[in-house]
């Protein structure tokens, strides 16, 4: 298996790590983490004007018809500058229900506002009774006059305090349905929250929402076959982002142990810490592998593409927080400070090791595939 980047994987890579030593750290993160958006709509502009947001589109939708490893190597380099702008919630997760599930209308309406960077999306999917469970889900579409009525409430939708428009899962008498509701319907009431990683997003409840028929996305009874697909491809997103904030815990923590010192001597040359820095490395090698794995498999269209997705969100939530907890305490009480970077990334990362599937989730996911 070729583990190589293409030229033009290079010159993507490059791209976003250029935007990254240039504008991001941890005073643009702080900084960003005080506005009501908690991210900086230029920025979204810019990535809009690069090619960035229309990477993963076909190039029948006006995009660049990138991968899965395209996408891998975007969000590693963010990972590594902790970018809070909404590349994963707009451009992967909804945009790729747009072009899996979209008819050709819904795509010549929506598909051209993300790639310019004119609005905004948000999955709509988590309750308070569905645990991990997507398909678990008390938001019903019932039928009326000229199309159907949308009455629920959804929790903790990223980016849904500010996205134009929400990917909404609901139950109907044809099964499990994705909508595309309008965030500013009549019948459509949020209230902000702020995840633990300093996210922005919002609880979100429906209050007999009007619909058209042209509303719904994809076929009737079809939408656990889109939500596998598009949430494989976002795992790979995920899965990238948490590689490249692990290693720059990793080689943070490595450059404090040459400098701090104790007894007299660097604390890197002790080596109860150099052993613990070892499995830091272990551990991101062991992810970075998954990764490529997943990402490689998934392009290629393989059958064990969603096993091995599995198996890699498992591995972010459990390397996530291997290494950024060796990291916190082999810095010591600076470690958890606002003005370090450290304490940043693992907010991240475990907002990561988390969403769509915690550890215990994933293994059972992963044990049912492997059957």
Not at 267 to 273: D, N, P, S, T, V
């Amino acid at each position: 298996m070729d583990f190589s980047l293409t030229e033009e994987q290079m010159l993507l890579k490059d791209s976003v790590e250029k935007f990254v030593r240039d504008h991001c750290g941890v005073e643009r993160h702080r900084r960003l983490a005080g506005t009501e958006l908690g991210f900086d709509p230029d920025a979204w502009g810019q990535f809009a004007e690069l090619g960035w947001l229309c990477m993963p589109f076909s190039e029948a939708l006006g995009g660049f018809g990138g991968g899965a490893v395209d996408t891998m190597v975007m969000t590693e380099a963010m990972g590594r500058g902790l970018v809070r702008e909404p590349f994963l919630t707009t451009v992967v997760t909804c945009g790729g229900f747009l072009q899996h599930a979209g008819s050709g209308a819904q795509q010549d309406r929506y598909v051209a506002g993300i790639i310019d960077g004119r609005t905004q999306w948000a999955f709509a999917f988590a309750e308070s009774r569905g645990g991990y469970d997507l398909e678990c889900v008390s938001t019903r579409v019932t039928a009326a006059p000229g199309g159907y009525r949308l009455s629920g409430k959804k929790l903790a939708v990223l980016n849904g305090h500010c996205a134009d428009f929400l990917i909404v899962t609901a139950e109907s008498e044809a099964g499990l349905g994705l909508f595309i509701v309008d965030a500013e319907a009549q019948g459509v009431m949020r209230t902000p929250f702020t995840a633990v990683d300093g996210s922005r997003g919002a609880h979100i409840e429906f209050a007999s929402v009007t619909l058209t028929p042209g509303q719904q996305l994809g076929a009737a009874g079809e939408a656990s076959g889109h939500i596998e697909k598009v949430l494989a491809m976002t795992t790979v997103a995920m899965g990238g982002e948490a590689l490249g904030a692990m290693q720059v815990l990793l080689d943070t923590t490595v450059e404090y142990t040459r400098t701090r010192e104790q007894f007299g001597q660097p604390i890197g040359k002790f080596q109860a810490l150099q052993h613990r820095m070892a499995d830091m490395y272990l551990k991101i090698e062991e992810a970075r592998s998954l990764l490529f794995y997943a990402a490689i498999l998934l392009d290629e269209g393989s059958a064990d593409a969603a096993r091995a997705c599995a198996a890699l969100k498992l591995k972010i939530a459990e390397a996530g927080r291997h290494v950024s907890q060796e990291a916190v305490q082999l810095h010591g009480g600076i470690g958890m400070t606002d003005e370090l970077i450290v304490g940043h990334h693992f907010k991240r990362l475990l907002l990561l090791g988390m969403l769509y599937g915690d550890e215990e989730y994933q293994l059972q996911k992963y044990m049912a595939l492997a059957a």
